[in-house]
Every structure is written in structure tokens, then in C-alpha cells.
């Protein structure tokens, strides 16, 4: 018997596109992923229902999950990415 697997992986494309990304403005603030949704960059597909977590539910998520899987998984922030997301980084 074989399985085959099919890996559908959506994410920015464009160099347009990562311009979104790669903002130093000093007001960055956690958005919605609905607000976020929201600039024209082509996304990966999420559930629906994370779409409207507020930024402290989502932080809540985070927590507790890190609570769940423990050190079987190792979360990477990368430079770009904004502080309340990098304070959950093992490694930058």
C-alpha cells in the first residue's frame, strides 16, 4: 500500500508582497489576523476561528501551548518579527 501526501504550502510571493513584512516603523502593534488579512498579501490558510483573536487570546494560546509540548518543540524568531511574538522565541 502506498500513501502519497500532498504538502499544499501557500505564503507571500512577491517582493511586493514582503514589503508587509519587513516594516521598522516604531508603531508596529499586534493586529487581529482578520486586520491583518486585510493588507492584500496572499496568505497561508488558517482556521476560521483564529481569525478574530485579539492579540491577548492569542498570547494565552501561545502560553498555553508552550505549557503542553514543553521542550519537544523549539520556537525560532527571526529579526523581523515583532517583540510580542519574538518574547516567545527560544532562539533568535
Known amino acids: 500500500m502506498t500513501t502519497a501526501f500532498s504538502k499544499q504550502t501557500t505564503i507571500a510571493i512577491s ?8 516594516q521598522t516603523d516604531g508603531n508596529l502593534r499586534t493586529k487581529t489576523l482578520q486586520e491583518e ?3 492584500g498579501v496572499r496568505w497561508q490558510k ?3 476561528r483564529y481569525l478574530k483573536l485579539t492579540p491577548e ?3 494565552e494560546g501561545i502560553v498555553f501551548a508552550r505549557k503542553e509540548i514543553g521542550e519537544k518543540a523549539v520556537l525560532l524568531g527571526h529579526h523581523y518579527q515583532r517583540d510580542d511574538v519574538i518574547q516567545y522565541a527560544d532562539f533568535t
Open 15 to 22: 517582493e511586493l508582497e514582503q514589503s508587509a513584512f519587513c
Open 37 to 39: 488579512f486585510q493588507t
Open 46 to 48: 488558517v482556521p476560521t
Open 57 to 59: 487570546e492569542i498570547a
